[in-house]
């Protein structure tokens, strides 16, 4: 029992042995291990905090999920925050003496890390002002999806090719963002279509209304319209206008089932929908044919 006792001294006077002085306070490895243990526990409960204020406690209000991500991350960030400086204050670690550190990891922090703190920094207005939140439908630059997290460095985007996408905090700061579903999920959709000259306008505005009336995915208010739009080279361009809430995730599925429907109301119909064509005159006459071919004008004569 003696030799264990002097084990454990010995591993004792190691641990409290001063390695370095903050101030007036010394610094031991005993101080750095309850540190590290600490600030693990710190960042874990914290994260099981704010998973338990999302999933239950905020699951039980009528906050849509965004909100509940945003609520719960605000939160954890104050908590990691005062934890912070209670376990260095536990610790016997002695605050004023970190301002020159402090001021050193800010130049740090200026240079090396202005990246990650200006993606930090954006993931907190994001949260705050929430341009978008979890579940949005989103195009930021060439990149399209849902939003299913939103961290404090970056932001997850999934296509519809179940593609995760992460993506900087500033990009949404800097760069122009479309959020299908800011204000809420319900998005018109503009189909365009083009008939012949010489339809029966009246019969394809009816055809086309009939179309949207019949596709489920199309609201029935706002009532869908149309519009004609140009009298274009080859046939009056019009536009089918449809409001939708099922679809703005995948808008080319609703597009193609309208443009598919539109495409056999007309062939029933008889409804023209052009392609483009070009008349070709040709100049009777051999010496005609003759000078057209040489270059020279059909109209001037030798």
Known sequence: MEGVSDILATIRQFLQSPLFRLGSAPVTLWNLLQLVVLFALL????????????????????????????????????????????????????????NVLAGAVGIGLGFGLQNIVNNFISGIIILFERPIKVG???????VEGDVTHIGGRSTTV?????????????????????????????VRFKIPVTVAYGSDIDLVEQLLLKVAAENKD?????????????????????????????????????ISKLNIAIYRIFTEHGIEIPYPRRDIHLLQGEGALRGSVAGESPLMGE
């Open 43 to 98: 960042f874990y409960l914290s994260g099981k905090l704010r998973n338990w204020i999302e999933t239950h406690f905020l699951a039980r209000t009528k906050m849509d999920p965004g909100a509940r991500q945003a609520t719960g991350s605000i939160i954890r960030y104050t908590v990691i925050s005062i934890g912070f400086i209670v376990i260095l204050q536990t610790a016997g670690i002695d605050l004023t003496a970190l």
């Open 136 to 142: 949005d439908r989103i195009v930021v630059g060439e």
């Open 158 to 186: 999934v296509s519809n090719d179940n593609i995760s996408v992460i993506v900087p905090n500033s990009s949404f700061i800097t760069e122009n963002v479309v959020n299908w579903s800011h204000n809420d999920r319900k």
């Open 218 to 254: 199309v609201l029935k208010d706002p009532v869908p319209g149309i519009r004609l739009m140009e009298f274009g080279d080859n046939g009056l361009h019009i536009e089918l206008r449809a409001w939708s809430t099922t679809l703005i995730h995948r808008k080319g599925v609703l």
